[in-house]
């Protein structure tokens, strides 16, 4: 290939053309390892930084713009370099707290160091890819010495982290390693960073003890971790991550390309302006006289390079969409792609702008691609990437990678056109799902990707009318009954009097229990709900929605756990356990005359909205009213972290303010210190709101509660405030004065 060039040195055998050794600050020994990636900038981990400063490795706290000594093994001569750390990504737990001496696993542990000029040839970047199970890759120790690589395999990937698995014989990952790349001979690419090893305990050996077991981070977390610091300009990450590969490809395919090429790019000065444009989407070379390629140069390009044939199918298509020989022959070259590995089915910047879409997405509902996927390919064993309900953001690029590989919509299309592949199908189903500008800009991919591949729109509008109606089911019906506690002065401790209305048919409310006359027992009032809900006419299939108004000091109120079982049941019935328990608190909105439009407003946008975290960094009271008057102002859900005080101060601002979904953990106690709790309380809300759409809230949090319960005491309690606009208060409700009883405790 003497056109468009990609470079075949040693970088293209393995990756010590840009490997970097962390020198330890007496110079005399190596800390550990690092990768060129591009401009100045160098990454390794943030315990070899440790290590290089002679501080414990998992130590999380930053040291500042401190310098290290380092070096690149490919130049000769020794000669050190001084690297300032830049970006800091702390060694840390899974719940974002300190992670032990002891542990063998732990999350973040990166680090950016930037040199004060860029190093000469040949230190250059590499190449990187998503890491898999089953690749065989290659680590070398920080000095770069040829003897010292050592070959494992990528035995298992889960959660961003691949556990290396090793031969017995040859070197071992050790110290030293660490920081380093992970070379994948067979993708001619980096798909990771050295981590860490698990060792046998220090006693005597037996055949139960792990041996040459290490793992490393996958470049999906690497490259999720520098996005989220902004820790690298995003320039060089997508420099890196788009730098195709040179993969072998049968003769005879590659001939049978020629032609197609010849009719479509015959002309020279079409052929060197396509040529042009592939070159900048791939990260070629190109000749500085700017000759133009011959026919052959390019097939071999095309049919070699992956992702190449559907970028050029990409620049190619609004020049055959009026020509139908010139469309036959684009199609004839795609379906030739397809007979090789490198074609995939998206061109460079269609995968680019996908990841991007998908991983926000996902990291708002990680349960949203396993739903779009097992909805638009119900006949279909879902690959082992998406058989998890939940997919963590940097999970998408393998999943997205897997799909690309899958046949096309097996329903028939009009004059033989391509059938709509399978990826286009679950991005129509995400689209569907999601709802309003990301439904639109998600349409908007999939419509462009299927004109370039020639698919009919009468096939494409089909398969997104399917996700729309997809997209409007709806859980059966079930009762919906509405309960009003309130206590007065003289009344007993957790006793309540209660009111219960049970809705028509037709939304109206109709009086089933007036309970004012004595105070009750939480027991005794679950009871009259449960006879309530079971009783009411038109009871669908469905759980029964319960929503408890409850006064503004009652929002702490256990109701979920009330046990509505009679005497003679012996299987507990717990409210949350059994309906969808929410909590309503009409008087404290109330107190706002733009409460209830407020409320509207953000009901409205509540599946556009993603959700506020009110914890100890948004400035108390003061600082949750700003956000919600000004960058949150449509926020329809606040996950409230903290304890009762803590909550006691924010829950009000939300209500207020016309949240109508506010979650919450009142096992939160604040026992532990501000970040291991906010950690802990933040690991359950985020599983509860995610893995479905919001208006299956109400359903996942009864599952929680069921599972909670039969995990033991001390679990999780979450509460959930849910101020459905369209769920209409009894007048009773909505003609109280907030200022009126006295002899009440409000």
Not at 131 to 144: F, K, L
Not at 153 to 175: F, K, P, T
Request: net charge negative; with cysteine.
């Amino acid at each position: 290939m003497t056109w468009l060039s990609i470079a075949k040195d040693d970088r293209a055998a393995d990756a010590r053309g840009a490997l970097v050794q962390v020198l330890a600050k007496d110079r005399a020994r190596t800390a550990g390892a690092g990768v060129y990636l591009a401009g100045r900038s160098l990454l390794t981990c943030a315990h070899v930084v440790n290590a290089a400063l002679g501080l414990r490795a998992l130590n999380p706290q930053d040291p500042g713009s401190v310098e290290l000594d380092v070096s690149f093994p490919v130049l000769s001569g020794g000669h050190t370099w001084r690297a300032r750390l830049v970006t800091w990504i702390p060694p840390r737990s899974r719940q974002y707290g300190a992670a032990a001496a002891e542990t063998l696993k732990w999350d973040g542990d990166l680090a950016v160091l930037e040199l004060d000029q860029e190093p000469p040839a040949p230190v250059a970047p590499v190449r990187w890819v998503e890491m898999t199970s089953g690749q065989e890759v290659r680590a070398w120790y920080g000095g770069g010495q040829a003897f010292s690589y050592a070959d494992v395999r990528v035995a298992a990937y889960e959660d961003g982290v691949g556990y290396l698995d090793g031969q017995l014989s040859g070197a071992a990952i050790d110290e030293g390693y660490s920081g380093g790349p992970l070379w994948s001979r067979m993708d001619g690419a980096v798909v990771g960073l050295v981590m860490g090893r698990i060792t046998a305990p220090d006693k005597a050996f037996t055949a139960q003890h792990t041996v040459r077991r290490s793992w490393g981070l996958g470049w999906q977390s690497v490259l999720a971790e520098l996005r989220r610091v902004g820790g690298v300009p995003d320039e060089h990450l997508r420099a890196l991550w788009a730098r195709p590969a040179v993969l072998d490809v049968d003769e005879s395919v590659r001939d049978m390309m020629v032609g197609p090429l010849h009719l479509l790019l015959g002309d020279p000065d079409t052929r060197a302006a396509h040529a042009g444009v592939l070159a900048a989407q791939l990260g070629l070379r190109v000749p500085e006289n700017r000759s133009t390629p011959t026919v052959e140069e390019l097939t071999q390009l095309v049919s070699g390079a992956e992702r190449a044939l559907p970028t050029l199918a990409e620049s190619l298509a609004p020049k055959v969409a009026d020509d139908p020989r010139g469309r036959a022959e684009l199609d004839r070259l795609l379906a030739l792609g397809r007979l090789t590995d490198a074609a995939r089915l998206l061109s460079v910047a269609e995968h680019r702008v996908l990841l991007g879409k998908t991983e926000h997405l996902v990291q708002g509902d990680p349960g949203l691609l396993h739903r779009a996927a097992n909805a638009a390919l119900p006949y279909l064993d879902l690959p082992p990437s998406l058989q998890a309900a939940r997919l963590l953001p940097s999970a998408v690029p393998g999943v997205l990678r897997e799909l690309e590989t899958w046949h096309g919509d097996g329903s028939p299309v009009p004059e033989e056109t391509p059938r709509l592949p399978a990826l286009l199908r679950v991005v129509e189903y995400m689209a569907a799902e999601t709802g309003g500008m990301a439904c639109q800009a998600l349409q908007e991919w999939s419509r462009r990707v299927a004109t370039r591949l020639g698919v009919h729109p009468s096939a494409l509008h089909e398969r997104r009318a399917d996700a729309e109606r997809w997209s409007r089911r709806t859980a059966p019906a079930g009762a919906r009954v509405l309960v009003e506690l309130e206590r007065y002065a003289k009344d007993p401790t957790d006793h309540y009097r209660c009111q219960i209305w049970r809705l028509r048919p037709d939304g109206t409310a109709a009086r089933a229990v007036t309970g004012t006359e004595r105070p009750r027992t939480g027991v005794e009032i679950a009871r009259l709900i449960r006879e309530v809900a079971g009783g009411t006419d038109s009871v669908g299939d469905g759980v029964a929605l319960v929503a408890v108004s409850v006064p503004p000091d009652g929002l702490e109120l256990p109701v979920d756990e009330w046990d509505g079982a009679g005497i003679d049941e012996v299987i507990p019935a717990p409210l949350g356990e059994d309906f969808h328990l929410v909590l309503r608190c009409p008087k404290l909105r109330m107190r706002s005359r733009t409460g209830l439009t407020d409320l509207k407003r953000r009901w409205k946008a509540r599946a556009q909205s993603p959700p506020l975290l009110a914890d100890h960094t948004v400035g108390g009271r003061a600082g949750l009213i700003g956000l919600l008057k000004t960058t949150h102002r449509d926020s329809a859900r606040v996950h409230l972290q903290g304890d009762v005080e803590r909550r006691g101060e924010l829950l009000p601002v939300c209500l207020v303010m016309g949240v109508p979904i506010v979650l919450w953990d009142r096992a939160d106690s604040g026992r532990h210190t501000v970040r291991e709790a906010d950690g802990a309380a933040g690991q359950l809300l985020e599983n509860m709101a995610a893995g479905g759409s919001l208006d299956e809230l109400p359903e996942r949090l009864r599952h929680f509660r069921v599972g909670a319960h039969a995990r033991s005491a001390g679990a999780e309690r979450p509460a959930l405030v849910w101020e459905d606009a369209e769920l209409p208060l009894p007048d009773e409700l909505q003609l109280a004065d907030p200022a009126e009883g006295t002899e009440q405790q409000t």
